[in-house]
């Protein structure tokens, strides 16, 4: 028993420093196909630039685009820079213009089409929307883009821990039925 728990209190420290761990993040895992912008030639000192992985079919990324608009629009003149990456299409670069053109919000930040996986072969992840926060060559923050809120960007910018996020409350089991007396 006691060697199940130390085991685990092991894995969990491991677990604990992988995490803290930064990562980082040349500016030439960019891609190089820009359907709007382009890549930037070095990470500027002191902006924060997130990048949201998503694709067109994606019903979910397509919900998160709004919000990063939103966030985009609150804070481009702020040093935070938003970077869209589709990350697995094999439509054209005016079809995916096209279709960013006719979703409901229209996202203005720059977006670019990854076609060699450049991206997810510096930071690996394994589903979409997918976002992560670069500042000056290191990632800094990473998981959905709808947990991203205007405080955590501008305190993930100055190198500040991001504030907490509100929890949700845990998925209740639906209560068993019994279909027969």
Not at 104 to 130: C, H, L, Q
């Amino acid at each position: 028993m006691k060697q199940n728990v130390l085991c685990l209190l092991l894995a969990l420290g491991l677990a604990i420093t992988v995490q803290a761990q930064e990562v980082e993040f040349p500016v030439t895992a960019l891609p190089t196909e820009w359907v709007s912008g382009q890549a930037p030639k070095a990470w500027k000192q002191g902006e924060l630039t997130v990048i949201e992985c998503w694709a067109t079919w994606c019903g979910p990324c397509r919900a998160a685009m709004p919000h990063m608009e939103e966030l985009h629009q609150a804070l481009k003149n702020k040093q935070v820079r938003m970077i869209g990456v589709n990350v697995s299409d094999k439509k054209s670069a005016e079809e995916i213009k096209a279709f960013l053109a006719a979703q409901p919000v229209p996202p203005t930040y720059d977006m670019a089409i990854d076609r060699e996986n450049k991206v997810a072969k510096v930071v690996p992840f394994s589903g979409i929307p997918f976002a992560f926060a670069v500042r000056e060559g290191k990632v800094v923050w990473q998981g959905h883009p709808a947990r991203l809120t205007k405080e955590t960007l501008e305190a993930l910018r100055t190198g500040k821990p991001a504030p907490e996020q509100v929890k949700t409350p845990p998925v209740q089991k639906p209560k068993k039925r019994r279909w027969f007396r």
